[in-house]
């Protein structure tokens, strides 16, 4: 791995950051504490005094965008000003029933690394303010105009119009962090198609909204679940073939109302405009519409076909792109503020190179291969969601396995820097990189199908995510542990293994589920004999004991699986499905 230290300058380096959104606003700050040599202008076209909330409607953050708010010196600031966020809470299968009777899926205790409930309003007219205190030069009101490139290592030109009169600042790099206006991406003809269209609609309501007011306190087993009382602090996710719904709290005593589609089962006018939005919740979530109804709305918007990809967010003529300047996925599993924390390391690591006078070229080639494979990672658990969806089982496998790979590769790429390995290094990790999106992409492919052959309703269960003591809460645990290059090569080989035990038992359930028949049927769909994932023969035994002796004798990992996905359910024929496995499923 590279020195963290940069090298001497040999080049006199200045920074334009175009946009003074989310993303740009944490880059200023990261350039602040981690080159503090740089200087550094951010321009963003809206001036303070900026409303709490504003036009923005919630950002909820997981463990990767977590850290990184805390890396940039936000620690204190998020448990004073925004809320503490109790992991992400799900209500698969639709929303016919009361919620008391659904499935839900959750945390049964406070996550050891927190996340965070922002609201953006607040948290970004406060940003500003520190940037000043930063040294940060702050051109409030001003709007980009045009950027013109310099060729070889002339200065860049950025013109932009402020109080009716047009101004130049001429930086070595310049950083487009414009949003979706996406100065640079789309005048360069960038933007890359996801294969994921979906769309969403959401609003503010005024007032905290506590989902247990939907379920009366006669329903005592609900109300006495693990973190019953913080699930409003959750991102709650109310969740139907198809579509999805987000509960959000924000720290101003407003609540975040989202509503997603998926335009394979839904037509995009569900959600255009707040009527249409709230009639599709009147229609497949009447339960929490109705629980809604005596809440006043502050604004809405709306936007279609959200996803979108990049061919290039870093290039060797010293420009780079950020948060949905770049790209944007999805907001389910709350990606947003992941992106802009991998964005702008990535930014400050080719910034780092020119700073040393290294080849910038072969940096920006690398960046730009590992953030494709990141986007394509994050899109491979969304694009064929809507069975699952609607189908609790499957929704709650897809979140033990989601979690798993997520905190175990994800997370520690970013917690260790890895975007600053040669290529030598990348390489090397590249390979467990390139295995665990494989295995997300065929996980989401056995679900997908599981869900189509087998429909399901929910059922009054509650699923814990994660139990303690697992491989789950080591995984999330360890993202915050630093380790060198050497240790962080271990610890991927020691998780790969382990996810091709969980895929395994994940698959010996489903079939003996389904039975020899349709289970048969499953695994030829799915290419089961490509996977290279081994099923050892004698926990497949293991399946015809029962009681305390199976449970004793069961594999850690697979103890971890059962206690978070529930019993198995067995088919009459449980026992020949299982020898598919065996036999490699001939077909």
């Not at 205190?133 to 013109?159: M, P, Y």
């Not at 709305?297 to 060797?316: I, K, M, P, Q």
């Not at 998780?495 to 028949?517: D, F, N």
Request: aromatic fraction near 8%; proline fraction near 5%.
């Amino acid at each position: 791995m590279n020195d963290p230290q940069a090298a001497a300058p040999t080049v006199p380096l200045d920074v334009v950051i175009c946009g003074g959104g989310l993303a740009g606003l944490l880059l200023a700050r990261q350039l602040r504490r981690e080159l503090p040599q740089v200087p550094v202008t951010l321009i963003e076209k809206t001036t303070r005094p900026l409303p709490d909330g504003c036009h923005k409607v919630g950002e909820s953050t997981v463990e990767l965008g977590s850290q990184y708010l805390d890396r940039v010196g936000l620690y204190d600031y998020m448990r004073q000003r925004q809320l503490l966020k109790w992991g992400i809470r799900f209500y698969p299968g639709g929303g016919d029933l009361p919620l008391h009777e659904r499935t839900e899926l959750g945390p049964i205790a406070e996550p050891p690394l927190k996340g965070y409930q922002l609201d953006r309003g607040r948290l970004e007219s406060d940003l500003r303010a520190m940037l000043e205190d930063d040294g940060v030069t702050l051109i409030e009101g001003g709007k980009v105009t045009d950027i013109e490139f310099g060729k070889d290592s002339a200065r860049h030109t950025v013109r932009y119009e402020r109080d009716g009169k047009t101004h130049e600042l001429h930086p070595r790099w310049v950083v487009d962090a414009t949003g979706r206006q996406a100065i640079l991406r789309k005048r360069m003809k960038l933007t890359r198609g996801a294969h994921h269209v979906a769309s969403a609609g959401w609003y503010r309501i005024r007032g905290k909204f506590d989902i247990a007011t939907m379920v009366d306190q006669s329903h005592t087993e609900w109300h006495r679940r693990p973190c019953a009382e913080q699930r409003w602090l959750s991102t709650n996710h109310f969740m139907g073939t198809g579509y999805w719904v987000w509960v959000i709290p924000l720290a101003t005593g407003m609540t975040s109302i989202g509503l997603v589609i998926h335009e394979d089962t839904h037509d995009c006018r569900h959600i255009a405009g707040l009527e249409a939005t709230q009639a599709f919740l009147r229609e497949h979530e009447p339960h929490l519409a109705k629980a809604l109804e005596p809440f006043p709305v502050e604004d809405f918007l709306c936007l279609r076909n959200y996803a979108y990809t990049n061919g290039r967010g870093w290039s060797s003529e010293r420009w780079a792109m950020v948060g949905e300047a770049n790209a944007f996925t999805d907001p389910l599993f709350s990606p947003g503020t992941d992106l802009i924390a991998l964005a702008n390391c990535f930014t400050i690591e080719a910034l780092r190179t020119d700073l040393a006078g290294g080849d910038v070229a072969a940096k920006v080639m690398m960046l730009n291969a590992q953030f494709r494979s990141m986007l394509n990672g994050s899109l491979a658990i969304y694009r064929t969601g809507s069975l699952i969806y609607g189908h609790p089982s499957a929704m709650t496998y897809k979140v033990f396995w989601n979690n798993f790979a997520y905190w175990s590769f994800t997370c520690q790429y970013w917690k260790q820097d890895l975007c600053r390995l040669d290529a030598a290094g990348q390489e090397a990790v590249a390979r467990f990189g390139m295995r665990f999106l494989d295995l997300m992409r065929r996980v989401e492919h056995l679900l997908t199908t599981w869900a189509k052959m087998a429909p399901e309703r929910p059922t009054a269960v509650f699923r814990g995510a994660p139990a303690f003591p697992s491989v789950l809460i080591d995984a999330h645990v360890a993202i915050g542990k630093q380790m060198t290059y050497a240790e962080t090569l271990d610890y991927l080989a020691m998780r790969l293994p382990q996810g091709h035990e969980i895929i395994a038992e994940m698959v010996m359930r489903i079939v003996q589920e389904l039975g020899p028949e349709r289970g048969k049927q499953l695994l030829d769909e799915v290419e089961w004999r490509d996977w290279e994932v081994p099923v050892c023969p004698d926990r497949v035994a293991l399946e015809s004991s029962s009681g305390l002796e199976r449970r004793h004798r069961l594999p850690a990992i697979a103890r971890d699986v059962e206690r978070g996905l529930g019993p198995v359910r067995r088919h009459p024929q449980a026992a020949a499905a299982l020898d598919l496995l065996l036999q490699g499923v001939a077909r």
